[in-house]
């Protein structure tokens, strides 16, 4: 059974910053494409930034400059690191990655349960 679970998610005021982790245990035999998506009440879950296995990146305007993605592949974690946090931020934040448990076998997505950032002003 493949696992992500994520951490490091909390209440921090407005201009702060956290970085979140997310752990895939398991049974894995490789991880492609990492990515983290958030979810604020109301709102539709949108992606925030994705990091290829060998590290090139992506991400939302709205975080462009103030988040960073990072990955461990010797870990099979990823990292994303927020500054300059807003209010507009707060949301449940999500990893998922694409991955195989065999060799040959096609990458399968998996999702962790996610965990809470809030914002303060």
């Known amino acids: 059974q493949v696992q992500l679970v994520e951490s490091g998610g909390g209440l921090v005021q407005a201009g702060g910053s956290l970085r979140l982790s997310c752990a895939a245990s398991g049974s894995i035999f490789s991880i492609g494409m990492m990515r983290w998506y958030r979810q604020a009440p109301g709102k539709q879950r949108e992606l925030v930034a994705s990091?290829?296995?060998?590290?090139?990146?992506n991400y939302a305007d709205s975080v462009k400059g103030r988040f960073t993605i990072s990955r461990d592949n010797a870990k099979n974690t990823v990292y994303l690191q927020m500054n300059s946090l807003k209010p507009d931020d707060t949301a449940h934040y999500y990893c998922?990655?694409?991955?195989?448990?065999?060799?040959?076998?096609?990458?399968?997505?998996?999702w962790g349960q996610g965990t809470q950032v809030t914002v303060s002003s």
């Open positions: 990091i290829a296995r060998p590290g090139s990146t």
């Open positions: 998922n990655a694409d991955l195989s448990i065999r060799p040959y076998d096609p990458n399968i997505r998996y």
